[in-house]
T-cell receptor
Framework: IAGITQAPTSQILAAGRRMTLRCTQD?????MYWYRQDLGLGLRLIHY???????GKGEVPDGYSVSRANTDDFPLTLASAVPSQTSVYFC?????????????FGPGTRLTVL | GQNIDQPTEMTATEGAIVQINCTYQ??????LFWYQQHAGEAPTFLSY??LDGLEEKGRFSSFLSRSKGYSYLLLKELQMKDSASYLC??????????WGAGTKLIIKP
């Protein structure tokens, strides 16, 4: 693994189903983030984690949950998917204590909820 | 509220120069980032400004004026591969990144 990976690459999901998007980084970054990106809108923060064991809510947290059991993994769960959650989801990580707090992004997951 | 404004779309010619503007209104300021995002791909870091002035990195330069809440990204000697969206993002007083919607740059031969 090099950098940050996400799985699956894309998914079509029926409304009401539960879905977990996976994110793994091998850069030992303390901070991790989940964003959604919709056409015409900027990246919107769903949840974040400043360090393993802690999580926080972003701008659009409703309908999503996260966990951060260790430094490397930061899964995002949709408990009961709805069509408005159709979007491209990006996971990112950064190292705030390492100087410049640049965020590095995974390749994204394209999710369609029907 | 917090707000980042960028033009939605710009068109430029290969070999030319283009300036992409970004204005921001945020609760506090702890730095401004520019990212590049090719269609269907993830954003990648381009530049960072925290002090007023110009930061130059090869064909790309970024300028910041904190008093005006204004930044621009300057791309010189445009190449076809520069066709992408350019995202402006500001770190606010809580060290959260606030993102603009991005500027889609179209390069024509």
């Amino acid at each position: 693994i090099a950098g940050i990976t996400q799985a699956p690459t894309s998914q079509i999901l029926a409304a009401g189903r539960r879905m977990t998007l996976r994110c793994t980084q091998d850069m030992r970054h303390n901070a991790m983030y989940w964003y959604r990106q919709d056409l015409g809108l900027g990246l919107r923060l769903i949840h974040y984690s400043n360090t393993a064991g802690t999580t926080g809510k972003g701008e659009v947290p409703d309908g999503y949950s996260v966990s951060r059991a260790n430094t490397d993994d930061f899964p995002l769960t949709l408990a009961s998917a709805v069509p408005s959650q159709t979007s491209v989801y990006f996971c990112a990580s950064s190292d705030p204590l390492g100087g410049l707090d640049t965020q590095y992004f995974g390749p994204g997951t394209r999710l369609t909820v029907l | 509220g917090q707000n980042i404004d960028q033009p939605t779309e710009m068109t430029a010619t290969e070999g030319a120069i283009v300036q992409i503007n970004c204005t921001y209104q945020t609760s506090g300021f702890n730095g401004l980032f520019w990212y590049q995002q090719h269609a269907g791909e993830a954003p990648t870091f381009l530049s960072y400004n925290v002090l007023d002035g110009l930061e130059e990195k090869g064909r790309f330069s970024s300028f910041l004026s904190r008093s005006k809440g204004y930044s621009y990204l300057l791309l010189k000697e445009l190449q076809m591969k520069d066709s992408a969206s350019y995202l402006c993002a500001v770190t606010d007083s809580n060290y959260q990144l606030i993102w603009g919607a991005g500027t889609k740059l179209i390069i024509k031969p």
